[in-house]
């Protein structure tokens, strides 16, 4: 079946430090990836997506390029900020599946 | 802005009482779906619905049923609250087939469940 491998957390950085969260996963065919985003007391909102190999989703300054050869997802910041404090979320939907498949999540803090 | 909306953001309830979680999205989504989130263990789904008047367990039904008798709303109704319910529930909805979940879920903001 799929699954979603994350990062394990919690992730502490200073402000304006490079952040990597790594995500792998497992599926069969082609799946869309996703990256969700939760701060703290909401609920979890879409930071970007990749629906094809190669295709590299960006939003707010994050990054994530879907690597079919290593089946990863990994989300890339050059400069953190302190809002940038949440629990991060790597997903996939899978070619057979109704549902997305999360990760168990990252939290990231960022210290002034 | 389409909008998944859950009626309460904070609730308190007390062991034994039937309890409702209501959700709503404006986006016209065929899926609706119940997660509950807690430290540690990540989102787990509850229940879903593919159309109206349907629904499927996900991997922690129990304890929990589900309503879905229009399109735009989907509610998870804990039977007999207990104090291992207290949570927060999140309701996501998308629309259908491959094509629909290449878009992902929108959340609604959660509500956090305290049983006492």
């Known amino acids: 079946g799929n699954s979603v491998t994350q990062m394990e957390g919690p992730v502490t950085l200073s402000e304006e430090a490079f952040l990597t969260i790594n995500c792998t996963y497992t599926?069969?065919?082609?799946?869309?990836l996703f990256w969700y985003v939760q701060y703290p007391g909401e609920g979890l909102q879409l930071l970007l997506k990749a629906t094809k190999a190669d295709d590299k989703g960006s939003n707010k300054g994050f990054e994530a390029t879907y690597r079919k050869e290593t089946t990863s997802f990994h989300l890339e910041k050059g400069s953190v900020q302190v809002s940038d404090s949440a629990v991060y979320f790597c997903?996939?939907?899978?070619?057979?599946?109704?549902?997305?498949?999360f990760g168990s999540g990252t939290q990231l803090t960022v210290l002034p | 802005d389409v909008k998944v909306t859950q009626s309460s953001r904070y609730l308190v309830k007390r062991t034994g009482e039937k309890v409702f979680l209501e959700c709503v999205q404006d986006m016209d989504h065929e899926n609706m779906f119940w997660y509950r989130q807690d430290p540690g263990l990540g989102l787990r789904l509850i229940y879903f619905s593919y159309d109206v008047k349907m629904k499927e367990k996900g991997d922690i039904p129990e304890g929990y049923s589900v309503s879905r008798e229009k399109k735009e709303r989907f509610s998870l109704i804990l039977e007999s609250a207990s104090t291992n319910q207290t949570s927060m529930y999140l309701c996501?909805?998308?629309?259908?087939?491959?094509?629909?979940?290449?878009?992902?879920?929108?959340f609604g903001s959660g509500t956090r469940l305290t049983v006492v």
């Open positions: 997903a996939l939907s899978g070619s057979s599946a109704r549902q997305l498949t």
């Open positions: 599926a069969t065919g082609y799946p869309s």
């Open positions: 996501a909805s998308s629309l259908s087939g491959k094509g629909g979940l290449g878009y992902g879920y929108t």
